[in-house]
């Protein structure tokens, strides 16, 4: 009943319950993985992949309402098929390239209407329904997608996105756990001040009340933290408190062009680092690239004058 209580008090705000039915949903999928891998016998190690998808799907669905000791425990639980490498990728029935061609024959452009819709009811909630935020829009949106595709091809059901679901959960493997991690460690960061260390390191390098040069440093900085953590929202926690607050903001800089820019830059960085695994490294899993690194490669020639021109933007309009 403690559950029900939560979700009806008027206190925890909408935009948190919206995100606790997210999660829930995201554990579920996330069990429905670990029964069908356990159940798998294609799958070479069916009970450590089991138990890495099972206790993933527990804290996912159930961690809010789970001791913190009992969290700590299943989440260094879940570790243990990880590090022996057990977790494996199991049967899975993609569709054939004939029947790929035929759909996209038959659909056309129209496949990106669902992609789109992600974006666009993310962008809706956070400007016309604050109190639920762009996240639960994020959510709404995927499943507009999923009905959109219902009407696309009758064939759409929701076993078949479960089912593909659990087999790019597969593909993905225990990295999809390292957007999450990284954000946690920003907080982290932030918290053991390593903010206030960098302040003291970079104070000698910006001669005081210089503005510009103080963006170079701070824009940079974002570059080489995002490149380190693989995130640039947990980046630009540490970041700001301890270069950007100090050695531009205090100097009168906008703060609203300057954190814009500071975050596009860092995002510089996650085009140029295998810690973005959800953007350089599932894709090379998925598209199965010979070179690991090829999407990497790929993006650095983008990336440098991206870096350079945001920089010079930050500089004018601050």
């Not at 819709?117 to 997608?145: D, W």
């Not at 960098?198 to 963006?215: K, R, T």
Request: proline share 6%.
């Amino acid at each position: 009943m403690f559950i029900l209580d939560w979700f009806m008090d008027p206190a925890v705000p909408l935009s948190q319950k919206g995100l606790e039915i997210m999660f829930l949903v995201m554990g579920l999928v996330c069990i429905y993985t670990a029964v069908r891998n356990l159940r798998d016998k294609e799958n070479a190690s069916p009970y450590g992949t089991a138990v890495f998808w099972g206790v993933l799907g527990i804290v996912l669905a159930a961690g809010r309402w789970l001791p913190n000791p009992l969290n700590g425990a299943l989440v260094l639980t879940m570790t243990v098929p990880v590090i022996f490498r057990k977790v494996k990728v199991g049967l899975n029935i993609a569709p054939t390239a004939e029947y790929t061609k035929t759909q996209a024959k038959r659909i056309g452009m129209k496949i990106f209407i669902p992609a789109f819709s992600i974006g666009i009811f993310a962008i809706l909630f956070a400007i016309f329904i604050p109190q639920l935020g762009a996240m639960v829009g994020f959510g709404v949106g995927v499943l507009v997608s999923a009905i959109t595709l219902m009407f696309f091809n009758r064939e759409n059901t929701p076993k078949v996105f479960l089912s593909d679901g659990k087999r790019f959960l597969d593909i993905i493997g225990p990295l999809c756990m390292l957007p999450m991690l990284l954000a946690s460690l920003g907080a982290v960061f932030t918290a053991a001040g390593v903010g206030n260390t960098i302040a003291s390191l970079v104070q000698p390098l910006i001669p005081y009340g210089n503005v510009p040069v103080g963006i170079i440093v701070y824009a940079l900085g974002m570059v080489i933290f995002t490149m380190i953590m693989g995130n640039a929202f947990a980046a630009i926690t540490v970041m700001t408190v301890g270069i950007g607050a100090p050695f531009v903001l205090a100097h009168g800089a906008d703060p609203v062009v300057i954190g814009m820019l500071a975050l596009t830059t860092g995002f510089c960085g996650t085009l140029m680092t295998p810690m973005a695994a959800n953007f350089n490294i599932v894709p090379v899993a998925v598209l199965e690239m010979d070179n690991k690194y090829g999407v990497i490669l790929n993006q650095i020639a983008i990336a440098l004058p991206l870096i350079v021109f945001q920089i010079i933007l930050m500089i004018v309009l601050s």
